[in-house]
């Protein structure tokens, strides 16, 4: 195989998958009018190579075939490599309408994660798991698949452990196993790109006991198993371009992917009850998308800063003092997220088998950073953009003789900014920030790449709180 281009994607997805959105099975993905958007928005990610100035950094040679494969699935060695990865991300969300495809993040932050943890499994239990994650690796790499990734799970009581729910698969669970594979039950949430990738890979969620054996489980199959059942979330189809700039185009999409008695293969299996190692493999995973997140929400500051100098560019107060601190506030808010970024990767951790993987205390800050003053910044876009933003008329009130006039007559900013212009600043805010799916980019954003108190626990986990104290104490002559 080689690098696909959009077309070989779409037709891949035409494999059988078990896909549910709005109460139907839905027979073929590709020709959906929702689950189409969200193909289309994915697809970008398979044409952007053919931008000769982006070829480099999308694309490398295999170090084991020397085929060319996706910069994706390279195995980062140092921070060079982890820039470059931060670049592929920031560079592909921006020319994807700064919405991330999600097309092989995800998948290749569970198997940076699985390369680590797998290693230092086999060397306590004799077990080949890091061998097949790499051969994974590469049949992902030469097929230039797409690859969602399922760790969370539904989990029931919050409060208790896998072992202990009323409910025996609120968690993932190995029901059977033969000499051949296991056989899975549960269901995983939130996957993003699940009902539109080829395969999925699935991690543990959280850290476990011994009796959390059976719920100790990682593997990678393709969608179309049978017994995978995938439901997705709602999403519009058909909205006009002009009333929803982005999300009539860039959608990602997440669904709950059930495993009812799903066959995993051995080959695929790449940790199975070493119940000691689900924490740590959790955490890294965690780590690897964290910095994910950090690279994808620069280019989506940059689009909030933009739409903010527009705006206020259009009412004629752009040079307005409490215009530019807000616009301040943003920059400030943009290069924070960018600058964590960069200093994880600068500051990397080297794992025992050489794998460079960006710096845990500063994904989980910038994460952090980023998740806990998106409304804020979100408020100062709406502040300064005005009310408009919400009351504007449709497209079709534009193009209506009866209205038309009275819109391009009143709705026009400063002289040299006619009604349209202004009009399509103002749905842009509008789409991002006030809209059902800015709802979801809310909630996404405090959610997506775990919960914001997951990094309060990390960072207090992290940071050295005892060498503050001892320096306290020394200052203040306390034994
Ligand atoms: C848009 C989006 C995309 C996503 N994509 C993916 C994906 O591709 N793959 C994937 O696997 N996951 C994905 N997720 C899942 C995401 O990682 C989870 O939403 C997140 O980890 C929170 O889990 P939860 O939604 O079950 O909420 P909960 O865990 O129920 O959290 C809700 C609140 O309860 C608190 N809480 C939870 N447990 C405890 C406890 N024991 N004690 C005290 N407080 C507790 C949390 O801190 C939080 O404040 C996505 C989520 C979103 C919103």
Request: hydrophobic share 40%; with cysteine; aromatic share 10%.
């Amino acid at each position: 195989m080689m690098i696909r281009d959009a077309k070989q994607y779409i037709e891949s997805l035409r494999d059988g998958r078990e896909v549910y959105m709005y109460g139907e099975r839905v027979e073929d993905v590709t020709t959906h009018p929702s689950l189409r958007k969200a193909i289309d928005h994915g697809a970008l990610d398979y044409e952007l190579q053919k931008k000769s100035e982006l070829r480099d950094l999308l694309i490398i040679r295999s170090p084991t075939t020397g085929a060319q494969i996706r910069r994706y699935f390279q195995i980062p060695r140092d921070s060079e490599d982890l820039l470059k990865r931060q670049e592929l991300i920031e560079t592909t969300t921006r020319h994807s309408g700064a919405v991330i495809p999600f097309m092989k993040e995800i998948g290749t932050d569970a198997l940076n994660a699985l390369a680590v943890i797998t290693y230092l499994v086999d060397k306590k239990y004799g077990t080949n798991y890091y061998e097949r994650v790499q051969k994974y690796r590469e049949y992902l790499a030469e097929n230039d698949l797409t690859i969602a990734g399922a760790v969370t799970d539904a989990k029931g009581d919050r409060s208790l452990r896998p072992h202990e729910q009323h409910m025996p698969y609120y968690y993932l669970k190995v029901v059977d196993r033969n000499t051949e594979g296991v056989v899975v039950k549960g269901c995983k949430l939130h996957t993003t790109s699940a009902p539109i990738a080829n395969e999925v890979i699935v991690l543990p969620t959280r850290a476990m006991t011994e009796k959390d054996k059976d719920y100790c489980i990682a593997f990678g199959i393709p969608v179309n198993t049978p017994g995978i059942k995938i439901i997705s979330r709602a999403e519009p189809a058909n909205l006009g371009s002009f009333d929803h700039p982005l999300s009539s185009r860039h959608v990602t999409l997440e669904a709950m992917t059930i495993f009812e008695n799903v066959f995993v293969p051995e080959e695929r299996i790449f940790l199975d009850g070493e119940w000691e190692f689900a924490g740590p493999l959790a955490n890294l995973f965690a780590t690897w998308h964290r910095f994910t997140g950090i690279c994808y929400k620069y280019p989506f500051a940059e689009l909030m800063i933009g739409a903010a100098a527009l705006v206020s560019d259009c009412n004629g107060i752009l040079h307005a003092t409490h215009i530019r601190e807000k616009i301040t506030e943003l920059i400030i808010y943009a290069v924070c997220i960018k600058t964590f970024g960069q200093e994880a990767a600068r500051q990397c951790v080297i794992s025992e088998n050489g794998i460079a993987f960006p710096n845990p205390l500063l994904c989980n800050v910038g994460k952090y950073l980023f998740a806990n003053n998106y409304h804020m910044a979100m408020k100062l876009l709406q502040e300064i953009a005005g009310g408009l933003v919400v009351t504007a008329p449709t497209e079709a009130d534009c193009k209506n003789p009866a209205t038309k006039e009275f819109i391009e007559r009143y709705l026009g900013g400063r002289k040299g900014v006619d009604a349209t212009t202004r009009m399509k600043v103002m749905k842009l805010i509008r789409d991002i920030g006030a809209s059902g799916f800015a709802g979801e980019w809310y909630v996404g954003t405090l959610h997506g790449e775990g919960s914001i108190q997951a990094q309060r626990i990390s960072i207090f986990r992290d940071f050295d709180v005892q060498k503050c104290v001892t320096y306290v104490k020394d200052l203040l002559g306390i034994p």
